[in-house]
């Protein structure tokens, strides 16, 4: 049974969550009103995980995370309505070390909160189930390529029509940002990136991997191209299909189907789309996240003759996609996260297409 420790300064949402959590089969050992008491409890309790509210008294959220995460590293998920406010304080808590995140309704309405009874289970299940011994956080701010990232040659032999897809669930943001960080500009990659994420988030995180790349990098916003040194998030809600392949330039569009995975957007139906209208060179590239999404579409492109890489058990923070990945599709790289994106260009060297 999963130990879970709740840390929420609203006594209504610690009852709900607790009632919740328990309904699912968690084991809730201990609540904590206040920063102070959830970082005492985490220590004393040990337990598998535990959800943090980022506004807290006496010790923030934030603060709770980089000192637990310092002294007994725990998994942790941030379920706080100040998320939806303001996503910065939820990409800080992932910086941090949080695992994952999840909006709650604004204000003490535990009504509306139940209606998220089986997403919040699942999702606390997943991130007790993450590794966390080896992560540490990480600076907030650009990352600068010549300070923080490997310089990755593209010689003139480099193909000059490769198109990439990237997946990732839980875990997946921080790994996300760090791939498109180390991508050299000069390899002309057309990339599209679909992230697990609500829509709430989706656009900040897209402004915060355009600040982080060298690409320019934007939230899909329906219909449109993408070409050479261009890059799309998928935007929280949709799935992103790519409809067409003309003049260098991919086409994609929204696509309001059924959820895949029960998730939406799905990576699936990224790579299977592409693999549908995308001539050229073709690669997809799954990350950490719970579940089965990516599998199908990397064995998609496999069909269509293009390459798959998977990232690598130690490195994905839940080993969810990767292994689905990794069982039902012939992988042509199994990577750390650290030399993702020099196999993506790797990938890519020599192939003719």
Same mark, same amino acid.
């Given at each position: 049974?999963?130990?879970?420790?709740?840390?929420?300064?609203?006594?209504?949402?610690?009852?709900?969550?607790?009632?919740?959590?328990?309904?699912?089969?968690?084991?809730?050992?201990?609540?904590?009103?206040?920063?102070?008491?959830?970082?005492?409890?985490?220590?004393?309790?040990?337990?598998?995980?535990?959800?943090?509210?980022?506004?807290?008294?006496?010790?923030?959220?934030?603060?709770?995370?980089?000192?637990?995460?310092?002294?007994?590293?725990?998994?942790?998920?941030?379920?706080?309505?100040?998320?939806?406010?303001?996503?910065?304080?939820?990409?800080?808590?992932?910086?941090?070390?949080?695992?994952?995140?999840?909006?709650?309704?604004?204000?003490?309405?535990?009504?509306?909160?139940?209606?998220?009874?089986?997403?919040?289970?699942?999702?606390?299940?997943?991130?007790?189930?993450?590794?966390?011994?080896?992560?540490?956080?990480?600076?907030?701010?650009?990352?600068? *390529?010549?300070?923080?990232? @490997?310089? !990755? =040659? #593209?010689?003139? +032999?480099?193909?000059?029509?490769?198109?990439?897809?990237?997946?990732?669930?839980?875990?997946?943001?921080?790994?996300?940002?760090?791939?498109?960080?180390?991508?050299?500009?000069?390899?002309?990659?057309?990339?599209?990136?679909?992230?697990?994420?609500?829509?709430?988030?989706?656009?900040?995180?897209?402004?915060?991997?355009?600040?982080?790349?060298?690409?320019?990098?934007?939230?899909?916003?329906?219909?449109?191209?993408?070409?050479?040194?261009?890059?799309?998030?998928?935007?929280?809600?949709?799935?992103?299909?790519?409809?067409?392949?003309?003049?260098?330039?991919?086409?994609?569009?929204?696509?309001?189907?059924?959820? *895949?995975?029960?998730?939406? @957007?799905? !990576? =699936? #139906?990224?790579? +299977?789309?592409?693999?549908?209208?995308?001539?050229?060179?073709?690669?997809?590239?799954?990350?950490?996240?719970?579940?089965?999404?990516?599998?199908?579409?990397?064995?998609?492109?496999?069909?269509?003759?293009?390459?798959?890489?998977?990232?690598?058990?130690?490195?994905?923070?839940?080993?969810?996609?990767?292994?689905?990945?990794?069982?039902?599709?012939?992988?042509?790289?199994?990577?750390?996260?650290?030399?993702?994106?020099?196999?993506?260009?790797?990938?890519?060297?020599?192939?003719?297409?």
């Amino acid at each position: 049974m999963v130990r879970a420790v709740i840390a929420d300064d609203s006594a209504v949402m610690r009852e709900t969550l607790g009632r919740i959590l328990e309904d699912g089969g968690i084991e809730v050992v201990g609540r904590a009103k206040d920063g102070v008491e959830a970082v005492e409890a985490i220590d004393r309790l040990e337990p598998d995980v535990a959800t943090i509210d980022i506004q807290m008294p006496r010790k923030t959220g934030h603060e709770v995370i980089e000192e637990v995460m310092a002294e007994n590293p725990t998994p942790m998920l941030v379920i706080s309505s100040h998320t939806t406010r303001n996503a910065d304080a939820t990409f800080e808590a992932l910086e941090k070390g949080a695992v994952d995140f999840i909006a709650k309704p604004s204000g003490d309405n535990s009504v509306d909160i139940w209606s998220q009874q089986d997403e919040i289970v699942e999702r606390v299940c997943a991130v007790a189930g993450a590794d966390v011994s080896r992560e540490e956080s990480e600076p907030t701010g650009r990352r600068t *390529r010549t300070a923080q990232t @490997p310089t !990755i =040659d #593209v010689d003139d +032999e480099f193909p000059n029509d490769p198109t990439v897809i990237i997946g990732a669930s839980t875990g997946g943001p921080r790994v996300v940002e760090r791939v498109l960080a180390e991508l050299p500009k000069r390899a002309g990659l057309r990339i599209l990136v679909v992230q697990h994420m609500a829509d709430h988030y989706t656009g900040r995180f897209a402004s915060r991997l355009n600040d982080r790349t060298d690409y320019e990098l934007r939230e899909s916003s329906g219909r449109e191209r993408i070409g050479p040194g261009e890059a799309v998030l998928a935007k929280g809600g949709t799935h992103l299909a790519v409809t067409g392949f003309r003049n260098g330039s991919v086409v994609v569009d929204h696509d309001d189907g059924p959820k *895949r995975h029960n998730v939406k @957007p799905a !990576i =699936d #139906v990224t790579m +299977e789309t592409a693999a549908e209208r995308v001539d050229g060179n073709l690669l997809g590239v799954v990350m950490t996240g719970m579940g089965a999404d990516g599998a199908d579409g990397l064995a998609a492109i496999k069909a269509a003759g293009g390459k798959a890489i998977a990232q690598d058990e130690a490195t994905s923070r839940v080993y969810g996609m990767p292994k689905v990945a990794a069982e039902q599709v012939d992988l042509d790289m199994v990577l750390p996260k650290d030399r993702l994106a020099e196999g993506i260009t790797n990938a890519f060297r020599g192939w003719s297409g």
